[in-house]
């Protein structure tokens, strides 16, 4: 095999590295749009596909916000396009555009005008999805944890529960809302020829300056070290839990992103020619498997990725004080905590345990370890934080 036939088996069986790196062959041949793209997770989305060789890159968000310039001023893309622009732009201008990322959306769970949560998450949403319909372009779009409530459901990626949850706030409202109706569409086959809706659980990590209070603990936490020595963390106020010990599944920003490119990449194969997409001497398909034929002979690849809602997470769930003890660890210090009150505005809408359950996502082939909370939180706050850089 030559070195990109490698890195593509590499990405399909290797479960113990982290950073299995997408086929060139694939970047080579795709042409992308992103929203959301100078946001938090978005950001980060467009530095690790130009880091698998992804440059033709249309870049969609509100670019007039200037505190997030840093975030995608460096990035190497195409174009950019603004929000509120997008579907005039595609029509006038009608890019070939081989998958759709869409992130972009209101993420603040205290804005209680649901009326700004329809208009940004809903029906934009519903748009990109009918633009991907339409023109038979792949699309894979953010949900929300958020979605799951109190958890009385749990916490499975199960279409059949969906129409049953009871999200806490109007943001995770507004994103159970467009699962509920992706899987309308996908009943009456109204749907892009492959589609994924991924509930991102607690997302931590570089890039994630600008989100003021709803950036992460950790983020909060590493300012406070930094000026007082010490990180306030909110009292419980459910008796089965002690403060701090409140759980939810962290998961590190560049673990999503690996998710996404791998996701979309597999689709891809589905999607386009076996033979365009995957350099070997012999590719084709067959009962649902791609096989590859080379000089070392035959590798037989699984490929049960089908359309659907997946969880982001780890699996895991981890208490706030873990999250606190990593932090301070990061900066080479002893762990200080002070317990503080709720504010009253989330208290009623505060979630104490989200823990995604990763099987479909495993069943699906996703093979990659996750980052530990330790490991996660380290590189975020040495590689980052400390130095002041963004991803």
Known sequence: MNKSEDKFVLMENDKNNKDFPGPPSVAEGLSLLITGAAGFIGSCMVQYLNEQGYENLILVDDFGVEEKRINWQGKRFETIVERYNLFDWLEHNNPKISFVIHLGARTDTTEFDYAIHQELNVDYSQDIWRYCTQNKIPLIYASSAATYGAGELGYYDNDKIIE?????????????????????????????????????????GPNEYHKARMASVIYHAYNQIKKEGVVKLFKSHKEAYSDGEQLRDFVYVKDVVKIIVWMMETAAIHLLPAKEQVKVEEAKFHDDRLILRDGGGETVMDYPLTSGIYNVGTGKARSFNDLVKATFAGLDRKTKIRYIDMPEDIRDSYQYFTEASMQKLRAAGYAAEFYSLEEGVDDYVRNYLREGKIY
């Not at 409202?173 to 509930?199: H, I, M, R, Y």
């Open 164 to 204: 049953q949850l009871q999200p806490l706030n109007p943001y995770g409202k507004s994103k159970n809302e467009v699962d509920k109706w992706a899987l309308l569409q996908a009943q009456s086959d109204s749907t892009p020829p492959f589609w994924a809706g991924l509930k991102f659980f607690n997302v931590y």
